[in-house]
């Protein structure tokens, strides 16, 4: 029998305005999953439960008395610790911030919240986000839920194994280069990097970038899509911000695939890719071809995309935490000092053709989809590594260049802003899963490529290769 924190969060919200689940009930369902699976993977780590009682007392009462409910009314959901919660701990991964307790939430989080959403806790991260493997001195490291020894990627690794794992149907997430996808691909499940300014952040330290966006990460592509609709909303103080119209997000038909030019790529043109990735993405494509109308393989131009985007990052980086480098290197993790030394050796002229080639390959990818309606590639290019190494640095006996190259493939793409889904596919030759990147025209078509992803998941249902893969809660409670 499904207990209630295994449900969708569609299906939940739906249970619960017919009065068919309590708000409570699912709570505790949720609270008991977190208390029986947490100590073993490490996903949450602050949490709120006695303001989330009364808050979904309080969600009850009003189901109970027939007032209006929001779109996510009576749902948990869990706070990347990168974003500020009032009144929980939130310390950005890093011994700087340990102590810090926000006295307000930031602009997102308030919006979930006044759309019914009840916060359980926060979920684990990367010092400020810095790499794609979950692990910080503060907390410790975030496992993969299929394979404790290996990592669960990141940044966003705490919210993609609480959502594996069904401690909560719903998390936040964030991307500057890969960090709602690549979780979302080692993890099993689905997170969508909406175009730059789709949801707005008041704490965009660079406004006019495509790099750092927030997005919704979910079991399904229609629950995230749900999450998306109430994430997505203008805010002045963010430069890329704009009026979106969210309100078809909550109900997302699946489009015909057969209508579809599709265009198919294991490395993008440029990245280092495993070779047992490569495979695994052949035979994933060789099961979806018969649904498109049209599937060829075809890359882009993205050559230079991997130096352009370390430059660009380095950038970043000094921009937003050259001050705690200066004030508090001691504290800082290696990822962290190394990108800002590296942003510190980069000479201006270098800069200047980053930027200039950022240009370039957005023009490049939007003219590639004047022939083709859809991109797809893996989402990661390695399987989920040992969890005691801070990142990968080898694909097929090739050495990489920075602590993040072996992410080109979600790097590269965040160059360009294009909007992007990554959907679970099955399992890759380790016996973790293996995710696929959908991208859209940046023609902020995020309905069109959340309607492309959620057609590939209903395709992929009942097609063991290719469905959606669930970790063996049991043997990790315990």
Request: charged letters at 20%; hydrophobic letters at 40%.
């Amino acid at each position: 029998m499904t207990k209630p924190c295994d449900l969708p969060a569609g299906e939940a919200r739906r249970l619960i305005g017919t009065k068919e689940l309590s708000p409570v009930e699912l709570l505790q369902s949720c609270v008991d999953r977190i208390e029986a699976v947490n100590p073993t993977v490490n996903a949450m780590v602050a949490t709120c439960y006695d303001r989330a009682r009364e808050e979904a007392e309080a969600a009850e009462r009003a189901v109970m008395q027939g007032e209006p409910l929001g779109p996510l009314h009576g749902l948990p959901f869990g706070v990347k610790d990168l974003n500020l919660t009032e009144g929980v701990r939130t310390t950005f991964g890093s011994l700087i911030h340990e102590d810090f307790v926000p006295e307000e939430d930031e602009r997102m989080v308030a919006d979930l919240r006044a759309a019914g959403a009840i916060l359980v806790g926060k979920t684990n991260t990367p010092e400020f986000g810095a790499g794609a493997n979950t692990v910080n001195k503060v907390y410790g490291a975030t496992v993969n839920p299929f394979d404790t020894a290996r990592t669960c990627g990141g940044s966003s690794g705490g919210s993609a194994v609480a959502l594996a794992t069904g401690m909560l149907p719903l998390c936040t997430g964030s991307d500057t280069g890969g960090s709602l996808r690549i979780p979302a691909g080692f993890c099993g499940i689905t997170a969508i990097r909406a175009t730059p300014g789709v949801v707005a952040s008041e704490r965009r330290i660079v406004g006019h970038t495509t790099f750092s966006v927030q997005g919704p990460m979910a079991r399904s592509v229609q629950d995230a899509a749900l999450m998306l609709g109430v994430m997505a909303d203008h805010d002045p103080r963010d430069p890329l911000s704009h009026a979106f119209s969210a309100e078809s997000l909550e109900t997302v038909e699946p489009l015909d695939l057969s209508t579809l030019r599709v265009a198919v790529s294991p490395d993008l043109g440029f990245a280092q890719v495993d070779s047992g990735i490569r495979e695994t993405f052949a035979a994933c494509v060789d099961e979806f071809r018969p649904a498109f109308g049209e599937c060829v393989e075809r890359s882009p131009e993205m050559e230079s995309a991997s130096r352009a985007f370390w430059l660009i990052r380095g950038v970043s980086f000094l921009a937003g935490l050259l001050e705690p480098y200066r004030q508090h290197k001691d504290l800082l993790g290696p990822n962290v000092v190394s990108n800002i030394e590296a942003g510190l050796a980069m000479k201006p002229e270098d800069i200047g053709w980053a930027f200039a080639e950022e240009t370039r390959l957005y023009r490049a990818l939007q003219s590639f989809f004047d022939e083709v309606d859809v991109l797809i590639c893996p989402t990661v290019a390695v399987p989920p590594f040992p969890v005691e190494q801070l990142f990968c640095t080898h694909i097929n006996g090739v050495e990489l260049e920075n602590y993040i190259q072996w992410a080109d493939l979600t790097s590269g793409l965040t160059l360009t802003g294009h909007p992007i889904v990554s959907i679970p596919c099955g399992l890759d030759p380790t016996g973790t899963p293996f995710g696929l990147q959908i991208v859209g025209p940046r023609r902020h078509a995020e309905r069109f490529v959340i309607a492309v992803a959620a057609a590939m998941e209903h395709y992929a249902e009942g097609r063991p290769r290719i469905a959606r893969p669930v970790p063996d809660i049991d043997s990790l409670s315990g």
